[in-house]
């Protein structure tokens, strides 16, 4: 009997592990934006603007190296594929002819379907070559008859006001197109008609006479004012699908500072794009996999397109950010292999585990990752500075420069986060209190059980902890302020929006 496929999930993990363990024939579409050779800062935690986890052995032999590192993902991503499936491989032109080399040779030659061309930037300018400002997207069916949506492009304003020239009495806009078509037919079309014959010009009606009467009846034949002139179809440009669409992509623009739904993540793609990939090649309830999830555009596009959907990303950080993402998109995924233990949260890297901390407290994190004064993120409403220390035995010259920090931006109160304190730490921060200022220390083990619910190692529901469970400072405020429970929603919604 086969494996049932689990759909709704994100999987933290390592993408060639958890790819051998999907049933082989149950998807159909994958996409993934795997790291691209020419960019080493493809996995870099949320936000942060310093490489956290090294590639450096991946890219050490060259382009080959980065080759055989994606094959056997390749290999299993065939696997999984229905015959009526897609792949969509979205790469730069450095390793794009690498690429495709080693997918026809897992996929068979002539399944790439279409090389795409999209512009993802702006013109710019680049010293003694041509501006580079397009990715390649490699689009392989995993069959003969892959599923397939054509869409259309709305014609540019030239060709409409070029070709679309006459306006009808109702205002609609239409062109002459020919009724008849090169060759002799001795069939109905090529019969005379209203006195033109097209067997005498070589040429034979694309309809029959009796649906030639049924067009004029309906004014969509147009007379010429010369008595021997051949009547031409109107064509109204209402009733025209547009464009058919190319390969090469420019009308989808790259996301922009200011963009809504930028959340700040390195490589993030447009959701128009995804768009257009999952209605090019997927159907409501089909199933859609990212394996290589980033920030989760993939899986939240898939959701409000009415697909199922898995996705797969090794950060931990990235995870939280698409759980966030798909709760704004009214979807409750299922977390796999988060972190959920003290084990776990040891075994992070530094940042993926400074920003854990931050993101289960509901604080806010520092804009700035290195030179930050000590000072890694905010406290949930009171906004007062949080420092973060993956280690245990955190002592004494630890508070007293963190004291320093939070004198020096002008707060009362600030928390340090560790794994375990020295007595002279805490003694350190005992004495803060008699200085005016209100130095908390909290345990990692504290912070892990507030986040903790039954089942929620594998299952996050849609609300994050709330701050009554941490052990912070109670808030003092006045009865109109909003309760915890709707700050807690809307910084959710700021965080995602």
């Known amino acids: ?16 592990s958890r790819l051998t363990t999907i049933p082989s024939e149950s ?38 190296v980065y080759v055989e590192w994606m094959r056997p993902r390749i290999v299993e991503l065939q696997r999984v594929l229905k015959a009526s499936g897609s792949l969509y491989l979205h790469c730069d032109p450095h390793a794009s002819h690498y690429l495709k080399i080693m997918l026809d040779h897992v996929f068979g030659e002539g399944r790439l ?14 010293a003694r070559k041509y501006g580079p400002v397009h990715d390649l997207i490699l689009y392989y069916g995993n069959g003969d008859t892959p599923t397939w949506n054509p869409q259309f492009l709305p014609y540019s304003r030239e060709y409409v006001e070029t070709k679309y020239r006459h306006v009808g009495s109702d205002g609609r806009r239409y062109q002459l197109d020919n009724l008849t078509g090169a060759g002799i037919r001795n069939g109905k079309s090529g019969e005379p008609w209203r006195g033109r014959d097209p067997t005498a010009r070589g040429f034979h009606w694309k309809f029959g006479v009796d649906r030639l009467e049924e067009l004029d009846a309906k004014g969509r034949i147009y007379w010429p004012r010369k008595t021997n002139g051949m009547p031409r179809y109107k064509r109204y440009l209402d009733e025209v699908r547009g464009i058919a669409l190319q390969d090469v992509w420019v009308d989808i623009p790259p996301l922009n500072s200011q963009a809504k739904e ?28 990212d394996p290589f999830c980033g920030c989760g555009t993939t899986v939240a596009v898939a959701e409000r397109m009415e697909r199922r959907w898995i996705g797969i990303d090794i950060s931990a950080t990235a995870i939280e950010v698409m759980r966030r993402r798909l709760l704004k998109e009214g979807a409750t995924p299922i977390i796999e292999n988060a972190p959920s233990t003290i084990r776990d949260l040891k075994d992070l890297k530094p940042f993926e585990f400074q920003n854990w901390i931050i ?16 000072i890694d993120g905010y406290s949930f409403f009171t906004r007062d500075p949080v420092q973060v220390k993956q280690s245990e035995h955190v002592g004494r010259n630890v508070v007293d420069n963190f004291e320093t920090a939070v004198r020096r931006v002008g707060r009362n109160a600030g928390f340090v ?8 730490a805490k003694e350190e921060a005992a004495r803060t209190r008699s200085a005016g200022l209100d130095i908390r220390l909290i345990t990692v083990a504290e912070v892990l059980l507030s986040v903790k619910r039954p089942g929620s190692a594998k299952k996050l529901g849609p609300q994050p902890a709330t701050v009554a ?20 929603e809307s910084d959710l919604d700021a965080a995602t929006a």
Do not use: C
Request: net charge negative; charged share 30%; hydrophobic share 40%.
């Open 113 to 126: 379907i279409n090389e795409i061309v999209w512009k993802r930037t702006g013109a710019h300018s680049s």
């Open 262 to 289: 930028r959340l700040g993540y390195p490589t993030q793609k447009p959701e128009a794009l995804l768009e257009r990939i999952l209605t090019a090649s997927s159907n409501k309830g089909d199933v859609v996999l």
């Open 359 to 374: 993101n289960a407290i509901n604080g806010v994190h520092s804009a700035r990752k290195v030179h930050d004064m000590g």
């Open 1 to 16: 009997m086969a494996k049932p496929l689990d759909t709704g999930v994100l999987y933290r993990d390592d993408n060639l």
């Open 27 to 64: 998807v159909d579409l994958v996409y993934l934006d795997p790291p691209f050779f020419s960019n080493r800062l493809y996995e870099v935690v949320w936000g942060d603007e310093a490489e956290v986890r090294s590639f450096e052995d991946r890219w050490e032999g060259g382009m080959e």
């Open 417 to 424: 986060i560790a794994f375990s304190f020295t007595r002279g």
């Open 469 to 488: 469970e941490l052990p912070l400072p109670p808030i003092r405020k006045p009865k109109d302020l909003p309760s915890a429970k709707e700050l807690i």
